[in-house]
């Protein structure tokens, strides 16, 4: 039974960094065609893209902590 | 003549610099090399140990990134070297305090300290009062205590004793710089460069961009102290034997509760509006969306704090996970493997370090924009 328990929880926390990695991948990419196209603005889109990953991995880190505390407290 | 000297001297210098970084490449290589043996060394003694107790990777774990009530450096049981710092307890008769020496590195609640006629233990880093006659605490199936009590706790704890390092050190590092301009007018030289350097990089790349040429200069103070705050403590983590204080969650939880004070408090009428009466859409909307926004407030600051803990907390179980590799798999085969490994997490822990540090701090900024926006009115 903990080992469901355990196993749940790794499978949880594995389909949140999912999530995360093609959100920060898809952002990660638009910025690259963005500083492409205009390489002088690439300060500004480096900050927008840090904000908007960061957002992204807030999320992800929100599944990451629950697995977590599924974990610990069973 | 003078013209011929210059290549030889230049071709001088080159033979320096590149007998310095041979020399540089000869050290990184030992280390590679040896680094293993190191670990082989230290896994055979903790397998010698083992014998009597098998070794637990999460208790390991979660003994390294979390608190306690000493500053542990190496070793183990009786021969390890701990920095004793102060137990403060406010019980049912008053203060008491005591260093946490005189628990003797017990933390399974058998060393029983006593004072003022009370009795205490250090049962896993929290320390009960034992009831009279009582030499063992005890607990019921849910992790309370039967015939103990838990007094409040406001001991100086090893992530409170590197907070005020932290403290003092940014206290010496930005009251120098501060001196300095007050003194001499031209520009500094050196380490006071440097910190100068990232002073103006919070000032230009985060405070103006986010909260506007008008308002910024007031919540500069808030954002510099965070910022430095974070990313040394961050920097701190990663040394070996120190506390892991950005990833305590109640650090993080204070960090998030000053970014939250400070947009209640500045906060413009704009900005109330926009959050419970939105204008400009229909009216039966309104009342939803006042909802969605009004957890807003308050979800903000829960994911600046969830963030901060997360990542660091996670770096640091990373690199225990691949240490702890060799002790679980018992072969020294490994170290070769996991060691290389968690040196490059740790060092991709010091950009995580700087990141953190600045994302915590560019969010809160942005947040903070938002609440003291005034919007141009059609």
Redesign the interface.
Known sequence: MELLHVGLAALGAGLAVLGAGVGVGKIGGSAMDAIARQPEASGKIQTAMIIAAALVEGVALFGVVAALLGVLTT | MQPNLEPIILSRTGTMIAHKSFKIIVTLTLAFVLLPFFAFASANKVAEESEEKEFNPTDMIMHHIGDSHGWHFFGSGDNSVTLPLPVILWTDNGLVSFMSSEFHHDTEGHHIVEKDGQRFVNYHEDIYQLEEGVEAVEFDEEHHPLNASKPLDLSVTKNVAAMFLTVILMIWFFFGLASFHKKKAHAPKGFNNALEALVLFVRD?IAR?QIGEKKYMKFMPFLLTVFFFIWITNLMGLLPGAANVTGNIAVTVSLGLFTLVLILVNGSKDYWKHTFWMPGIPTWVKPILAIVEGAGIFIKPI?LM??L???IT?GHIIILSLIGLIFILESHGVAGISVPFALFITILELLVAF?QA??FT??SA?FIGMAVEEHEHH
């Open positions: 790349e961009p994911a969830i963030r803990f997360a990542n996670a990141l600045f994302i560019i969010l942005l």
